[in-house]
């Protein structure tokens, strides 16, 4: 478990499966990862999440607000990017939050607290993110979080077709801290 002054990044609970659900159901919380999906493929989602943490340690875990316990969306770090791209082995920082939690620090939050852990329960050299040209908002935080641009590392996605507007990935990394 991740505190920070406003948030608790946790392992994964049964009553956040709704409201997970709920997320992947908004059109524009989902818009530049592919579209909306359904139940069941949000609980999918969290059940590898669940098993992904406990085989290696860390994977993405659910963001909740301290303040009142409301479930906002998740964050962390997992290992492993997509086969037959550049970025197959690397040390990923990713997060997804309910639109009415944009616009309030709350991803940049947990976002450097889970890059954090890595530093202290990781070998990794470095923390990449990636995402598509689109979503300034992402690549954007990634600038704030001190990561910087990797033009050699940007990648096709492989679950899109060429052209595709989704298709297209930029990558980002911060190297660990001497």
Same mark, same amino acid.
């Given at each position: ?8 990044? *946790?392992?994964? !609970? &049964?009553?956040?499966?709704a409201?997970? $659900?709920?997320?992947? =159901?908004? /059109? ?12 069941a ?51 990923e920082?990713?997060w *997804?939050?309910? !639109? &009415? ?5 709350? $991803?940049?939050?947990? =976002?450097? /607290?889970?890059i ?16 598509v040209?689109?979503n300034?908002?992402s ?6 979080l ?10 096709d ?22």
């Amino acid at each position: 478990m991740i505190e920070t002054e406003r948030l608790i990044v *946790r392992p994964w !609970r &049964d009553e956040d499966r709704a409201p997970f $659900a709920a997320m992947g =159901a908004d /059109a524009e919380v989902m818009r530049h990862l592919g579209g909306v999906i359904d139940r069941a493929a949000s609980d999918a989602a969290i059940d590898r999440y669940v098993a992904k943490a406990a085989a290696n340690g860390g994977d993405f875990w659910a963001v909740e607000r301290r303040g009142d316990g409301a479930f906002l969306g998740f964050c962390g770090i997992r290992r492993g990017g997509h086969p037959g791209t550049p970025v197959p082995a690397e040390w990923e920082v990713g997060w *997804r939050l309910r !639109r &009415d939690a944009w616009g309030q620090g709350y $991803a940049r939050e947990a =976002a450097a /607290a889970s890059i954090d852990w890595a530093w202290s329960h990781t070998p990794a050299a470095r923390v990449a993110a990636w995402t598509v040209p689109a979503n300034t908002a992402s690549w954007g935080l990634m600038r704030r979080l001190g990561m910087a641009h990797r033009p050699e590392l940007d990648f096709d996605h492989p679950a899109f077709t060429p052209g595709h507007p989704l298709c297209r990935h930029l990558v980002y990394t911060i190297d660990r801290p001497a």
